[in-house]
């Protein structure tokens, strides 16, 4: 996949191979799937011919807001089929893919990374596969600091972190409650309250 990243763009997960599964029945169509920290990426692979060269086709970006939230988790799944193989779901705004894909543990770092992304959180995963429940990263490192503290006799600070939405563009914004944040996609900066 050949995708040029913005100035304030990262890759969070490299490209994953995958089928793009259109309708029920049908064939699958091969790429990849990558995240960055602003937009989950699809890319087709181009055609090949031995007499003809095909253009690449077009890549789609959707920004990771997109992707639907239900209680504090994102709308992303893994499931077994009626043909038992695995299916990787995304529940987007205005749409639904489906992807099959062969090597589980990376779309697994996928939905992890997207669920740190979008709420601070680590998806857990049952034996099967499925996302069980979620935790708190940032709770996590505020214990751990708090730990620290008292290790050396200062006091802990009780801080909240929140996750709100931006008053400017409507992304998702995280961060410690009465203290400044930066919206990641706009650029403003406003109090977590």
Do not use: H
């Amino acid at each position: 996949m050949e995708y040029n990243l913005s100035a304030d763009e990262v890759v969070l997960v490299e490209p994953i191979d995958v089928s793009l599964l259109e309708e029920e029945g049908k064939k699958g169509v091969d790429g990849c799937v990558m995240l960055t920290n602003k937009y989950f990426v699809w890319a087709q692979e181009p055609k090949k011919s031995l007499f003809r060269e095909y253009p690449a086709p077009p890549i789609e970006k959707i920004k990771v807001n997109k992707i639907k939230i239900y209680n504090d988790s994102p709308q992303i799944k893994i499931t077994t089929n009626e043909k038992y193989y695995k299916e990787f779901v995304v529940y987007f705004v205005d749409k639904t893919m489906r992807f099959c894909f062969l090597e589980e543990y990376l779309v697994k770092r996928l939905i992890n990374e997207t669920y740190k992304l979008l709420t601070g959180k680590e998806a857990l995963f049952d034996e099967e596969g499925a996302i069980k429940v979620a935790k708190f990263v940032a709770g996590k490192l505020a214990g751990t600091v708090n730990t620290f503290k008292n290790a050396f006799g200062a006091k802990p600070e009780q801080e909240i972190v929140l996750t709100k939405f931006c008053t400017n563009c409507g992304a998702q914004i995280t961060g410690v409650q009465g203290k400044s944040a930066t919206c990641e996609y706009c650029g403003s900066s406003q109090i977590i309250t």
